[in-house]
């Protein structure tokens, strides 16, 4: 979990500090080798990530019909009553 939230983070082109927090060195030493593997993460994986993020952000802008042909437009969110 630590590198794929780490990987994410790099990954991503607007994201320009990312903190991370350890209780000793082998953490530390393992988040270092993270940030520097230079092979990025696989596009369905990013993609994956994305889809959850789009299923379980806050109630308003959820969506349970998010699918893999999801681009960025439609429907964002549920109907409000």
């Known amino acids: 979990l630590t590198e794929l939230s780490l990987r994410w983070c790099k990954s991503r082109s607007l994201v320009t500090t990312t903190l991370v927090g350890h209780s000793n060195l082998k953490q530390l030493d393992q988040s270092i080798q993270y940030m ?5 993460l696989p ?7 994305d889809r959850v993020h789009m299923k379980n952000r806050l109630p308003i802008f959820s969506n349970s019909e998010v699918g893999r042909d999801w681009f960025g437009s439609g429907a964002i969110g549920e109907m409000i009553p």
């Open 36 to 40: 520097t593997k230079t092979k990025d």
């Open 43 to 49: 596009e369905d994986i990013l993609w994956e990530i």
